[in-house]
């Protein structure tokens, strides 16, 4: 599907899946690129969720209504938690070449659980992650934990989400209480002896204390995984709720602040990204929200 536009870079969305809703609090994941066409996300609203951010090439451009304006690298993470409500864009930066570089990343939310989702919104950005290195393998924890190292993203369930870099054979500490799952981003990778290819995501399950691979030279994945949630979800759009009534209020929000003054849309449960006013030129512009379906929305149910 495309991010952003008719023209905009084409995304895989692995999570969630019929049958799967999660892995963890993990309850959306998309793979953008690799790919030239360039990023350019106007600006759009969030509740009940953390977006992750985990750029693998190029460097994108973050700005949000809590005030933040950064830009994140590979290897960087931008955390952004949505809480009672937020709006953000994502603007891949241009070279002053004009020569758009290879543009290709990980986009993933966090589903925060009931006592944290109507919290304020917040920003975070992490460099020089902590990393997890055994034999074969090298792990860098950008959320949660894993084999006793801890990244310092706040994090508001129990949860871990790393990149791992191998090459051989390794074995990878695990938590017996969490389910897991990996995304294989390059090279070639078996779990079990079953071959595990590039692009589609991979449920391991829950009570594994490792996880024994084989790897090609270079290979890389991404393991997410957390305790099994144990709430249901109503996601729709960029909204992650509980019930139809509490989607379509946070809908009807964002509609109705797209007619105020920026006086009073600042005040507003969204807030303004700094940036995109009507002198903004390109960057002019909100995402409006689409059409509520004709029937009513539920929670996504779990098969596995």
Not at 12 to 26: D, E, H, N, V
Not at 180 to 200: F, Y
Request: glycine share 12%; net charge negative.
């Amino acid at each position: 599907m495309p991010l952003g536009g008719v023209r905009a870079m084409n995304v895989q969305r692995t999570l969630p899946q019929r049958g799967l809703p999660t892995i963890g609090a993990w309850c959306f994941l998309d793979s953008f690129g690799p790919d030239r066409t360039a990023m350019s996300v106007l600006p759009h609203p969030h509740i009940g969720l953390q977006t992750v951010t985990w750029p693998l090439a190029g460097t994108i451009r973050h700005r949000d209504s809590v005030g933040s304006d950064v830009v994140v690298r590979p290897g960087e993470l931008n955390i952004m938690t949505a809480g009672h409500g937020v709006s953000h864009s994502e603007f891949a930066v241009l070279p002053t070449d004009g020569i758009l570089p290879v543009q290709r990343g990980l986009q993933l939310w966090v589903a925060l659980p009931d006592g944290q989702r109507h919290r304020q919104p917040a920003f975070e950005q992490h460099r020089d992650l902590p990393a997890l290195a055994g034999e074969g393998f090298t792990a860098t924890v950008m959320a949660g934990e894993l084999g006793g190292v801890i990244s310092p993203a706040t994090m508001y369930s129990p949860i871990v989400g790393a990149e791992v870099s191998c090459a051989g054979s390794g074995v990878l500490p695990l938590n017996e209480h969490f389910e897991h799952g990996i995304l294989v981003l390059d090279g070639g990778l078996a779990v079990d002896g079953q071959d595990i290819p590039p692009g589609p995501l991979g449920y391991l399950g829950i009570g594994r204390r490792e996880l024994r691979i084989e790897a090609a030279p270079d290979t890389r994945f991404l393991l997410i995984g957390g305790e099994p949630l144990q709430e249901e979800l109503l996601m729709w759009w960029n909204f992650v709720g509980r019930t139809h009534e509490e989607v379509e209020q946070a809908r009807d929000e964002w509609e109705a602040q797209a007619a105020m003054s920026n006086g009073k849309a600042a005040a507003a449960r969204y807030g303004l990204v700094p940036g995109h006013g009507p002198d903004a030129g390109a960057e002019a512009g909100r995402i409006p929200a689409p059409p509520l379906p004709a029937v009513r929305l539920t929670p996504r149910k779990r098969a596995v």
